[in-house]
Nanobody, 117 residues
Framework: QVQLVESGGGLVQPGGSLSLACAVS????????MAWYRQAPEEQREWVGS???????TYADSVKGRFTISRDNAKNTVHLQMNSLRPEDTAVYYC???????????WGQGTRVTVSA
């Protein structure tokens, strides 16, 4: 059974750091492109960044240079390290993967990040 479980959200002050994790079961994170998305209140869900099966990372312009995606194949987990956080980074963060020949979407339940003084 495929499961994506995010953890690590919380309240952090502007300029601070937070690390999110996405623990995966049912497939290997090293075999597919894994992505992080976020959804701020009353906003559409937006792509944050991805890591391909080959280890190539790409990021949205809004987070480039501040966020880093990494993969721990041994623990079958994907991480999102967020530095220099801003109030506009406040959102629920979701882990995402698309699997199978039909491209079925899988989402985690999300973890809330609040950046506030």
């Amino acid at each position: 059974q495929v499961q994506l479980v995010e953890s690590g959200g919380g309240l952090v002050q502007p300029g601070g750091s937070l690390s999110l994790a996405c623990a995966v079961s049912g497939f290997f994170v090293s075999s597919v492109t894994m992505a992080w998305y976020r959804q701020a209140p009353e906003e559409q869900r937006e792509w944050v960044g991805s890591v391909t099966s080959g280890g190539i990372t790409t990021y949205a312009d809004s987070v480039k240079g501040r966020f880093t995606i990494s993969r721990d194949n041994a623990k079958n987990t994907v991480h999102l390290q967020m530095n220099s956080l801003r109030p506009e980074d406040t959102a629920v963060y979701y882990c995402y993967a698309q699997l199978g020949v039909r491209g079925r979407d899988y989402w985690g339940q999300g973890t809330r990040v609040t950046v506030s003084a």
